[in-house]
């Protein structure tokens, strides 16, 4: 069992940045592919980016250039920097732990609660 507890949302003018964090619990964080997801109100959860357990980083076309995620299993935590915020960023953002670093929530087995991320124009 993994619990995950996501951090650093806000609210923040477009071209700002923020990061988040995502701690989780025990002892078997490096096992598992992490993943950042967020939905917007009115819309379905979608994914922003995932990192595997080898470190290599996959992202949704839309952040690209824009956001990066990293992880620190000393600290049994995975990052996500944003940079260049839009408007159209706005939503709430929840991290995942999975077997896989795929684009699909169903891959992963474990959910944080979720942090809001409110970008103003």
């Known amino acids: 069992q993994v619990q995950l507890v996501e951090s650093g949302g806000g609210l923040v003018q477009a071209g700002g940045s923020l990061r988040l964090s995502c701690a989780a619990s025990?002892?078997?964080?490096?096992?598992?592919?992490m993943g950042w997801f967020r939905q917007a109100p009115g819309k379905e959860r979608e994914f922003v980016a995932a990192v595997s357990r080898s470190y290599s980083t996959y992202y949704t076309d839309s952040v690209k250039g824009r956001f990066t995620i990293s992880r620190d299993n000393a600290k049994n935590t995975v990052y996500l920097q944003m940079n260049s915020l839009k408007p159209e960023d706005t939503a709430v953002y929840y991290c995942?732990?999975?077997?896989?670093?795929?684009?699909?929530?169903?891959?992963?087995?474990?959910w944080g609660q979720g942090t809001q991320v409110t970008v103003s124009s």
């Open positions: 995942a732990a999975g077997g896989a670093p795929t684009y699909k929530d169903s891959t992963y087995n474990f």
């Open positions: 025990g002892r078997t964080f490096s096992r598992y592919a």
